[in-house]
T-cell receptor
């Protein structure tokens, strides 16, 4: 069974600084997708960024980028120029190719200090 | 484009009762998934429907069931509620898993 591990229950960053959230996963499959979701206090899960396992290039979405290390099964999220609105729970998630099931990590609570 | 709509937002039920939660996916999305979120267990997959057929089921007791209608709207039902069923229930829709899922705001169920 696939597992996703987020080793940092909480992280904090100063506004305008950069922070990296860690995620590792375990799978024997070669076809899969990885995601980072953000869940603010409003509860709605918001897709931040996604990565196809077959793509070597790291995904980037504005201030958000990932460092995808397939051999190490690592998928970290870097947030640049952190903003107060980035404060939220961040979940790393895995989906095997052909499956519609997301496997989530336990999440990292990010605090942004002014 | 309207997002994923879940109703109701909050629900309080008594142990032993049953409950039905509703989810309207994004127009054109045929896959609807349900997740249970609790502080202790985190986010756990309940089931996924595509074109009215359940394609995947998580490791939950038979008290948890769901269905999908021809318009892709989905409902999940929990019978004989237990205190441990108190959770945030999230619905997500997708056109394909590779594109990621769009989640609703969830239904907060409290069982007393």
């Amino acid at each position: 069974a696939q597992t996703v591990t987020q080793s940092q229950p909480e992280m904090s960053v100063q506004e305008a600084e950069t922070v990296t959230l860690s995620c590792t996963y375990d799978t024997s499959e070669s076809d899969y997708y990885l995601f980072w979701y953000k869940q603010p206090p409003s509860r709605q899960m918001i897709l931040v960024i996604r990565q196809e396992a077959y793509k070597q290039q790291n995904a980037t979405e504005n201030r958000f980028s990932v460092n995808f290390q397939k051999a190490a099964k690592s998928f970290s999220l870097k947030i640049s120029d952190s903003q107060l609105g980035d404060a939220a729970m961040y979940f790393c998630a895995f989906a095997q190719g052909g499956s519609e099931k997301l496997v989530f990590g336990k999440g990292t609570k990010l605090t942004v200090n002014p | 484009k309207a997002g994923v709509t879940q109703t109701p937002r909050y629900l309080i039920k008594t142990r032993g009762q049953q409950v039905t939660l509703s989810c309207s996916p994004i127009s054109g999305h045929r896959s609807v998934s349900w997740y249970q979120q609790t502080p202790g267990q985190g986010l756990q997959f309940l089931f996924e429907y595509f074109s009215e057929t359940q394609r995947n089921k998580g490791n939950f007791p038979g008290r948890f069931s769901g269905r999908q209608f021809s318009n892709s709207r989905s409902e999940m039902n929990v019978s004989t509620l237990e205190l441990g069923d108190s959770a945030l229930y999230l619905c997500a829709s997708s056109s394909a898993a590779s594109y990621g899922y769009t989640f609703g705001s969830g239904t907060r169920l409290t069982v007393v």
